[in-house]
């Protein structure tokens, strides 16, 4: 088993910076690649990014050259640096634990097997 508690999420004006993080406990962290996805109210959850375990990085296209997601393996925890926020990117954000991605795609052929409860950042205009 893996518990994930993600924080760092908030209200913050267009244009501002947020830095998520995910904490997790459980079994052996670094064995696992570590994923970010986001729901908005009346959407359904798409991918953010994704980290494998050897620190290889994927981005859906939205949030590329703004967001940045790295892990830390001695602390267990991932991070999710996001800049240069738009109302868009107003959702609740959850990080994720495993799983089988097509890189060109992001399309999950095996979904994530652990989950956190997310954590909401909202955008203001």
């Known amino acids: 088993q893996v518990q994930l508690v993600e924080s760092g999420g908030g209200l913050v004006q267009a244009g501002g910076s947020l830095r998520l993080s995910c904490a997790a406990s459980?079994?052996?962290?670094?064995?696992?690649?570590m994923n970010w996805f986001r729901q908005a109210p009346g959407k359904e959850r798409e991918f953010v990014a994704r980290i494998t375990y050897r620190g290889r990085t994927y981005y859906t296209d939205s949030v590329k050259g703004r967001f940045t997601i790295t892990r830390d393996n001695a602390n267990n925890t991932v991070y999710l640096q996001m800049n240069s926020l738009s109302p868009e990117d107003t959702a609740h954000y959850y990080c994720a634990a495993g799983g089988s991605m097509i890189p060109s795609t992001y399309y999950f052929t095996l979904a994530p097997d652990y989950w956190g409860q997310g954590t909401q950042v909202t955008v203001s205009s």
């Open positions: 459980g079994r052996i962290f670094s064995s696992y690649a």
